[in-house]
């Protein structure tokens, strides 16, 4: 039987299925069924686990073998399957399916794999444990679920976040729900009790994104130029692509562009703000920035913008200086553009 993840917890007050298939691609979310399913069977006398890897030379009979062992330390065990990215093949897909025929009654068995594909969900291994077992599979969280996603954990730990801290946390985190998962976990420490904002969420994250993209662009627009210099150098040091600090470098200028030309045609500017997806803080810094900078230099930036990517595909030239002499302009600093 297939279920998801969120069913996990009401299948387990139904008796232990002989075999379990986790499957997916989301980490944290494989970890923490994993997690939930060895607690549940953990408390009802499983407390032992033997763990096998089905890596290259795996010798798929000692399935076989480690399911009609008798234990020394418990009458129940768990035996965790982890397939990773790896597929069984013909010989081992029948080695599954005699383990699944007739499941030793005193095991049970949990499969962790990799997202499978369809020709996996096609195999008999896979079927007979549909006909027999639980398969939680596991499906990343789309971007628009996110926001969604982030309110309902923070809900889990007595967490209040207002829509704008929920905003901000998505842009941070780009879809990585280990990061909002620590970052959501950090908050909670910082200002249990409280209603979080954008601007906590951006004074929590401060010291980690001290030397990141965002860093970098945050100094720039509120004309640090020693700490746009340094989070360069740092970036370049670290083996940051160049064209991640492109990405960044260029956004925040098309949302500068966007600005200057939202405000003159009348539009709010807390409307220009939603749709540039700018929070807290981070409106007045863009404000200022908006204002500070002529649009003649911002569409000129742009256009160098476009010499860096011309050099990380291979042009000549070092896009990293390209990058530095733009972030220090967009700084505030007068550069000579000229070439010799």
């Not at 499978?116 to 398969?135: E, H, M, P, R, V």
Request: some cysteine; hydrophobic content about 40%.
């Amino acid at each position: 039987m297939k279920i998801k993840p969120e069913q996990l917890a009401n299948n387990l007050s139904q008796p232990a299925a002989p075999v379990y298939l986790i499957t997916g691609d989301e980490t944290l979310l494989i970890e923490e069924s994993c997690d939930l399913l060895r607690q549940h069977l953990s408390s009802i006398g499983f407390t032992e686990r033997e763990t096998l890897y089905a890596e290259a030379g795996f010798k798929w009979e000692y399935l076989l073998q480690c399911a009609n062992e008798l234990s020394l330390f418990a009458e129940q065990k768990i035996i965790e399957l982890r397939l990773g990215g790896s597929k069984p093949n013909k010989q081992a897909s029948e080695i599954l399916r005699q383990y699944l025929e007739r499941p030793a009654e005193d095991n049970v068995l949990l499969i962790i794999a990799d997202k499978l594909d369809a020709g996996a969900k096609k195999s008999a291994w896979f079927k007979a444990i549909d006909q027999q077992g639980i398969i939680v599979e596991v499906w990343p969280v789309e971007l628009q679920q996110l926001p969604g996603w982030i309110s309902n954990r923070a809900r889990q730990i007595n967490l209040t976040l207002e829509n704008d801290a929920v905003q901000l946390l998505c842009e941070r985190i780009e879809g990585n729900l280990l990061a909002a998962k620590q970052e959501l976990d950090k908050l909670n420490l910082l200002y249990a009790g409280q209603t979080v904002t954008a601007d906590m969420v951006m004074d929590s994250v401060s010291d980690s994104s001290r030397y990141d993209i965002y860093g970098l662009t945050e100094a720039a627009i509120q004309q640090q130029v020693s700490r746009c210099s340094k989070i360069i150098e740092v970036l370049r040091q670290e083996g940051t692509e160049a064209s991640v600090a492109l990405w960044a470098i260029s956004r925040e200028i098309r949302s500068l562009i966007a600005i200057q030309q939202g405000l003159q045609s009348g539009t709010p500017f807390d409307t220009i703000c939603q749709r540039e997806r700018i929070w807290g803080k981070r409106k007045n810094w863009v404000r200022t920035a908006a204002q500070r900078v002529p649009a003649d230099s911002l569409k000129q930036m742009l256009s160098r913008c476009s010499e860096a990517d011309s050099q990380i595909k291979g042009a000549l030239g070092d896009p990293w200086l390209t990058l530095t002499s733009i972030t220090l302009q967009l700084a505030g600093v007068e550069l000579s553009l000229r070439h010799s």
